[in-house]
């Protein structure tokens, strides 16, 4: 059994211009909020317990979701003040009851098997692995270096990316003992602290199995999500 977790505390800010009144994760899309596809995405992969990582206006979104959406059960760990991306995994840690925990982003979408990814973890042996995709241009997102069995190697920032190259997806598996190994309490980054050290330690893995992806973190790749979910759908 594996719980799904949500990053959805984020504050937005580039997206202000254009979603100004809800957490990123309420930005309608074709007529549903972006969790939807999210949620929709994790139940396909066979998760029915998923907990919401919530902050800023985080009320808002159990006033939307509730309880339950389709077949997943929804929880919701909501931070008082911001913990970053690691420090929402490790405050949450006392609602998940498995060893092993699907952690995705809340403002992007990565069309990938899941099913494979957990295959991939389990066969890798490692502590944490994330999904990765191939972009033709890493320079918005960074870069990451893998070694032929899959081991990250490095991670290479903004400013030192360009030209094609494999990207974080916002997809992650960690266990549980990894996750317990977060300082509590403190406002702490996955990707810029965490992911780093587990890497220096051989701890990390990138699957590249990432297909199309999408990032509505500004308002051109918002307004760009509209065409990306409907060429889902045809």
Request: glycine share 12%; hydrophobic share 40%.
């Amino acid at each position: 059994m594996i719980t799904g977790a949500i990053l959805a505390g984020g504050l937005g800010t580039r997206l202000r211009a254009v979603v100004s009144d809800r957490p990123k994760v309420l930005a309608m899309v074709r007529g549903k909020p972006f969790l939807a596809y999210l949620l929709d995405q994790l139940m396909d992969g066979g998760i029915r317990e998923v907990v919401l990582l919530t902050g800023y206006r985080g009320e808002q979104i159990h006033d939307v979701f509730g309880r339950r959406y389709r077949s997943i059960r929804l929880e919701y760990s909501q931070e008082e003040s911001p913990l970053g991306t690691a420090g929402a995994i490790r405050l949450a840690l006392p609602k998940i009851a498995t060893d092993t925990v699907l952690m995705m982003n809340g403002d992007s979408y990565c069309a990938a098997d899941l099913g494979r990814f957990q295959a991939f973890h389990r066969q890798q042996g490692g502590d944490a692995s994330l999904m990765l995709t191939h972009v033709p241009d890493t320079s918005r997102f960074g870069k990451v270096e893998t070694a032929p069995d899959g081991r990250v190697l490095r991670f290479l920032e903004k400013q030192d990316a360009g030209g094609e190259g494999w990207i974080n997806a916002g997809l992650y598996l960690l266990s549980r003992g990894l996750i317990e190994e977060i300082p509590a309490g403190q406002a702490v980054s996955i990707e810029r602290e965490m992911f780093p050290a587990w890497s220096r330690a051989g701890r990390l893995f990138g699957h590249s199995g990432g297909g199309s992806f999408l990032d509505i973190g500004t308002p051109e790749s918002y307004i760009a999500a509209e065409e990306f979910f409907s060429r889902r759908a045809a």
